[in-house]
Nanobody, 119 residues
Framework: QVHLVESGGGLVQAGDSLRLSCVAS????????MAWFRQRPGKEREYVAR????????YLMDSVKGRFTISRDNAQNTLYLHMNSLKPEDTAIYSC????????????WGQGTQVTVSS
């Protein structure tokens, strides 16, 4: 199985940028469809972004389109979430997840990294 560890979160001001990383170990990142999820305070978990194994296709939720980009470097076993023009409503715990069965169910999860955006 794959082990996922996120990093890159922090406290920033509205309008700032952050890059989250998710490093995979145990199995090659390239074996998995990867995604980022977030859980905002008091809200249900949201499906933020997804990227296919080769990185040729991506999905972004509507509220982050034009501001966030998902990418991956399979040689470095690392998934990224580039976040620009951050808003206070982006404040959440961001987690990466891996889908090895390609069925839309993510069976491996990282522990999450906190992103806090102040106004």
């Amino acid at each position: 199985q794959v082990h996922l560890v996120e990093s890159g979160g922090g406290l920033v001001q509205a309008g700032d940028s952050l890059r989250l990383s998710c490093v995979a170990s145990g199995r090659p990142l390239g074996m998995y469809i990867m995604a980022w999820f977030r859980q905002r305070p008091g809200k249900e978990r949201e499906y933020v972004a997804r990227i296919t194994r080769a990185g040729t296709s991506t999905y972004l939720m509507d509220s982050v389109k034009g501001r966030f980009t998902i990418s991956r470097d399979n040689a470095q076993n690392t998934l990224y979430l580039h976040m620009n023009s951050l808003k206070p409503e982006d404040t959440a715990i961001y987690s990466c997840a891996a889908d090895g069965d390609f069925n839309g169910e993510y069976e491996y999860w990282g522990q999450g990294t906190q992103v806090t955006v102040s106004s």
